[in-house]
């Protein structure tokens, strides 16, 4: 039993890494005013991408930056489409979200099934031996920390440096922002590539640590998930990675449950954290002032420059 506790806990770590990862980006990319929806496309991008650098160069630091550079590269086709051109945010994001899929199964082509030493995880020393604490907390690769450091950081630059209240001012009322000197599209279409690096980071970490191959579909509706956490988590850090975790716990239980052997369809149980994602979604609607509470005014309204 205590080894089932230790896989699901350390394992709802690893899991929600990709998510956090992902997350912290497009709440940025969101409280700046934009609405991104291809954050499936970009994971998925940088999933294969991250994998096939890896592999050829046997560098998971090199898979990790090529990943993070495939899917802000990607991000800046929809900066371009839904700044430049004020094309909906909407359905470009859906557009080039199919286009990253689509890229992600051309660059992984030639490396379907294929296998890769997963991350290593990181020696804490007499931490990482403590008994249940130690293989939880202190026995994860180092992205997991990174993605706890995310949380900590970007919550940190949205609510208590200059930047932040930069970011937050365009997306509350871009015209006020604009009138006294902030620019609008610069500081959009830099929000927009760090949140497409965040999501090649969380793809990268899906192929090079917690699942570590590479296989069509590996994404498997992530990307959706971390749209609905930034909402689930009313635009907060702390909220959304809570979010995430409790995702990944669910995510988890189902290889408990299966391990214990519980007669319940295997079917219900993959489907059952995006069933509690919408259950959670539909609850916090039913109260708009929790929604309202954080909402970024401006959010998915295209932004004209007035001279």
Not at 7 to 20: E, R
Not at 56 to 81: E, H, K, N, R, Y
Not at 159 to 169: H, M, S
Not at 171 to 198: D, K, Q, W
Request: hydrophobic content about 55%; some cysteine.
């Amino acid at each position: 039993m205590l080894d089932s506790l230790v896989f699901v806990l350390a394992g709802t770590l690893a899991a929600a890494t990709p998510l956090i990862l992902a997350a912290m980006g497009e709440l940025v990319v969101e409280k700046s005013g934009v609405l991104n929806l291809s954050i499936e496309g970009m994971m998925a991008t940088g999933a294969a991408t991250g994998f096939v650098v890896a592999t050829q160069t046997d560098s998971t630091v090199a898979g990790f930056a090529m990943a993070a550079l495939a899917a802000m590269l990607l991000s800046l086709i929809f900066a371009i489409l839904a700044l430049g051109f004020l094309a909906s945010q909407v359905a470009t994001g859906l557009a080039v979200g199919i286009l990253g899929l689509g890229v992600s199964v051309l660059i992984g082509k030639d490396f379907e099934g294929t296998t890769i030493k997963p991350l290593e995880k990181v020696d804490l020393g007499f931490l990482s031996d403590l008994p249940l604490l130690g293989e939880v907390l202190f026995a994860q690769d180092v992205v997991v920390y990174l993605g706890i450091a995310s949380v900590v950081l970007v919550s940190f630059v949205l609510n208590r440096t200059k930047l932040g209240l930069v970011i937050r001012a365009v997306g509350e009322s871009p015209e006020a922002a604009n009138s006294i000197g902030y620019p609008v599209l610069l500081v959009r279409t830099c929000a927009i590539a760090f949140g497409g690096a965040m999501a090649g980071l969380g793809g990268a970490h899906l192929t090079l640590s917690y699942t570590p191959l590479w296989a069509e579909g590996l994404v498997a509706g992530r990307g959706w998930i971390v749209v609905a956490l930034v909402v689930f988590g009313t635009w907060q850090a702390p909220r959304i990675a809570i979010g995430a975790y409790l995702f990944g716990a669910v995510s988890l239980i189902e290889l408990f449950v299966q391990g214990q052997g519980f007669a319940i369809p295997s079917q219900l149980m993959s489907a059952m954290p995006y069933i509690i994602t919408i259950v959670v979604l539909a609850a916090i609607s039913r109260n708009p002032r929790v929604v309202r509470l954080n909402y970024p005014a401006s959010l998915g309204l295209p932004y004209l420059r007035s001279e």
